[in-house]
């Protein structure tokens, strides 16, 4: 099993920037990839980056040019750099770690941290 504890959030105006943090801790040898997700206020939980174990990444096209996703595996930490940030940007943000074991893959969550764009 995974732990993940974010931190970083907070109220930013718009244009500004926030760097997310994800602290991973367990079974981290057996997490193949990671992500940041957020939900909106009254919306769906989505998918905003991820980044697999080679570092790969992937952005949601909303966020492309803006956010960039890193990990520090030394530190098993896993970060999200948001610049540019938009009122619609507006959402708690949770970090995301699939872990393979036996054949199987699992999601663990993070408690999400909330991110407030003001315009």
């Known amino acids: 099993q995974v732990q993940l504890v974010e931190s970083g959030g907070g109220l930013v105006q718009a244009g500004g920037s926030l760097r997310l943090s994800c602290a991973a801790s367990?079974?981290?040898?057996?997490?193949?990839?990671m992500g940041w997700y957020r939900e909106p206020p009254g919306k769906y939980r989505d998918l905003v980056a991820s980044?697999?174990?080679?570092?790969?990444?992937n952005y949601a096209d909303s966020v492309k040019g803006r956010f960039t996703i890193s990990r520090d595996n030394a530190k098993n930490t896993m970060y999200l750099q948001m610049n540019s940030l938009k009122p619609e940007d507006t959402a708690v943000y949770y970090c995301?770690?699939?872990?393979?074991?036996?054949?199987?893959?699992?999601?663990?969550w993070g408690q999400g941290t909330q991110v407030t764009v003001s315009s």
């Open positions: 367990g079974s981290v040898s057996s997490i193949v990839s």
């Open positions: 980044i697999t174990s080679g570092g790969r990444t």
């Open positions: 995301n770690a699939k872990d393979r074991q036996n054949l199987m893959t699992f999601d663990n």
